[in-house]
């Protein structure tokens, strides 16, 4: 059983900042892979943001640059540091956990960006 719980969002002005955490747990010890998608209203999932064991990162063309990926390997824990915040940066943030080639997910976290 693996639990992965986000935390973190919430409502912002334009141009502000937030930061998402999530911890995955369980009967898993480590995931190489995790990382942040996000779904807008009437949109598909995409992939925002992710960070492999090794650190190698991975950063959508619409958040590079304004969005910061970062994890603590021991705690199993990501974060996405989030600034210069869009309106169109309102969606749910997802949080995954890959071990082998399963996805674990969390329920979502809700950012909007008020305009």
């Known amino acids: 059983q693996v639990q992965v719980v986000e935390s973190g969002g919430g409502l912002v002005q334009i141009g502000g900042s937030l930061r998402l955490s999530c911890a995955a747990s369980g009967s898993i010890v480590s995931f190489p892979d995790m990382g942040w998608y996000r779904q807008a209203p009437g949109k598909q999932r995409e992939l925002v943001a992710r960070m492999t064991s090794n650190g190698t990162t991975y950063y959508s063309s619409s958040v590079k640059g304004r969005f910061h990926i970062s994890r603590d390997f021991d705690r199993n824990t990501v974060f996405l540091q989030m600034t210069v915040l869009k309106p169109e940066d309102t969606a749910v943030y997802y949080c995954?956990?890959?071990?082998?080639?399963?996805?674990?997910w969390g329920q979502g976290t809700q950012v909007t960006v008020a305009s």
């Open positions: 995954t956990a890959r071990a082998g080639t399963y996805n674990y």
